[in-house]
């Protein structure tokens, strides 16, 4: 499956529009990585457990949106667009979304 953010995939044609994909999760704070978190908060630098866990949505989130465009026979998203959101506290959605298509 390609994946890309532009709207044409480079040496490709679009043959067919399938329409529009999406996939998304949401995903809490762990307490444990509170505590980590807030330490590191004193003393500066990467909190590296949230971008890990929000390393983990993201691909979780365009894993989503690939199977739901492989369910409409596409091989490729074009013009893909990954935001965030919350949803309540300590909670987060990541959506990954585009257009399905099939190249050629």
């Given at each position: ?102 190249v050629e």
């Amino acid at each position: 499956m390609i994946i890309v953010t532009t709207d044409y995939v480079p040496g490709k044609e679009i043959k067919e529009l399938k329409g529009f994909v999406r996939g998304s999760t949401v995903q809490a704070k762990h307490i444990g990585k509170d505590i980590i978190a807030g330490l590191k908060t004193i003393i500066g630098g990467e909190i590296s457990e949230y971008s890990e866990l929000m390393e983990e949505a993201r691909k979780q989130a365009i894993d989503r949106m690939k199977a739901e465009a492989s369910q409409l026979g596409a091989n490729a998203v074009v013009a893909v667009r990954l935001e965030t959101s919350s949803v309540m506290q300590n909670a987060s959605e990541i959506i990954a979304y585009g257009t399905a298509v099939t190249v050629e």
